[in-house]
């Protein structure tokens, strides 16, 4: 069919293309041509491509008659999207039927609503059928003509697992995977139709075109006289595998990814690293500080065998049993132990014996030496007396020693008292020797947050 008395369009504009992977359009821009294209209805002349049916698709080219580029039959100034070729088609034309009656009555009208929309198909077979299951974006691009009194909605993409053949000039059945819902009636620039679908592993060909199946509706966009055609521009066709979802752009998609919504890297199964160390932040103890796999991804300093997060003394080598603090030397220890018996109390009552004084200044000059220190302080009676009253006293005397404590220098919260009573002795309570055991008060170095 010829379209000499249609006009054309210019400029390019489009939406982000998807572009993932190989297109498996070949020749998807018209660029290639077995044959120099001269004229009209040459769309065969395109390597690869044909009609679906009847109708007679056009390749438009720079030195070609009517249909040129950038100028030609129906319009002038419209390059092509990409490369230097499109095509174009007919995708609705209002067909109109002689009306007899107005052979006989001046108010009837000359022409009625034809039945057979005449409409034009370019098909191309895929460089490799797709996969069952597999997700596939089909994107192309197409411009109403300037010279079209038509636009309709509808344009789309048929993947078929044959090629159509229709021996007539009018629109297919068939629905396609991807078409706009929406008219296209752009005249200034290129649209990109596009549309993600799942394949069922049959397709083989793609067929572009407009498709009543997908609820096409023409709108009138008359300018001048009515040549009651839409006629479009296409360019730019592609269909790709449809790119795996990968919500923080690591390049790592998200069902491989172990943090998909944290940019990470590939060598930890797309999680972060802030500290370079090898060890994920999620598993790292110490995400913000380079440190050894042994150690949850902490550090040691001092190199004591104890990560710096649990070390109490992280710059200087300790042990263990002391959160990684040296152990306590040997005068702390003689100190601790005349403590054990060297801080006395009233007769019955909590108050400290001045004697005792300088045993309890020793203690607070190696709290004030070892910062790190936190001080345990237990009180202990003898048989003697009360159960309860003995109880009581024994926290008591705690108390006083810590009060001491503080009053000289030691902070609160690195001290702790308890009393224990008499259920906690260390020699006969049946002898006095045994009973001035018992009564005791015991210091012991420990650790807390």
Wanted: glycine share 8%; net charge negative.
């Amino acid at each position: 069919m010829k379209k000499l008395n249609l006009l054309a369009a210019t400029a390019i504009a489009s939406l982000p293309a998807f572009a993932q992977g190989p297109n498996l359009v070949k020749n998807a821009g018209f660029e290639e041509l077995n044959k120099p294209v001269t004229t009209w209805d040459q769309l065969k002349r395109a390597t690869g491509w044909s009609n679906a049916n009847i109708g007679t698709s056009d390749v438009f080219d720079k030195l070609a008659c009517y249909v040129s580029v950038p100028d030609n039959a129906l319009g002038t100034g419209t390059p092509a999207f990409e490369g230097e070729r499109y095509a174009g088609f007919v995708a609705y034309k209002e067909d109109m039927r002689q009306n007899w009656k107005s052979m006989f009555w001046a108010d009837e009208p000359h022409r009625n609503p034809g039945y057979q929309h005449y409409a034009e198909y370019l098909q191309t077979e895929l460089s490799a059928p797709l996969t069952a299951g597999q997700q596939y974006d089909v994107s192309f691009r197409v411009k109403l003509s300037k010279g079209s009194d038509r636009a309709v909605s509808g344009l789309g993409g048929y993947l078929s697992p044959v090629a159509l053949a229709y021996k007539h000039p009018h629109h297919v059945n068939e629905k396609p995977q991807v078409s706009t819902a929406t008219v296209v009636n752009d005249k200034q620039n290129w649209t990109e139709v596009k549309g993600t679908f799942t394949a069922d592993g049959t397709e083989k060909f793609l067929i572009l075109g407009a498709f009543p199946s997908a609820g096409m509706e023409k709108a009138n966009v008359k300018e001048g006289a009515d040549n009651q055609h839409a006629y479009y521009y296409i360019d730019g066709i592609s269909v790709n595998i449809h790119p795996e979802e990968d919500r923080d752009k690591d390049g790592i998609i998200d069902k491989e990814d172990n943090c998909p919504d944290i940019a990470g890297l590939a060598a930890l199964k797309g999680c972060p690293d802030k500290d370079g160390d090898g060890i994920a932040d999620a598993l790292d103890a110490c995400p913000d500080k380079a440190g050894l796999a042994e150690f949850k991804g902490c550090p040691d300093s001092d190199g004591d065998g104890i990560a710096d997060n649990v070390d109490r003394c992280p710059n200087e080598k300790g042990v263990a049993s002391m959160k990684g603090c040296p152990e306590i030397n040997e005068k702390t220890k003689q100190l601790f132990a005349r403590a054990l018996t060297g801080v006395k109390f009233e007769t019955a009552k909590s108050i400290i014996k001045k004697e005792s004084f300088v045993i309890l200044n020793d203690v607070v000059k190696v709290m004030q030496e070892n910062p790190t220190y936190n001080l345990e302080i237990h009180g202990h009676t003898d048989s003697q007396g009360d159960d309860a009253k003995n109880q009581k006293l024994s926290d008591d005397r705690a108390a006083s020693v810590k009060k001491y404590l503080v009053e000289h220098g030691v902070a609160d919260g690195r001290l702790r008292s308890a009393g224990h009573g008499e259920t906690q002795p260390v020699a006969d309570n049946a002898t006095a020797a045994g009973r001035a055991q018992n009564r005791r008060v015991e210091f012991k170095v420990t650790f807390w947050e």
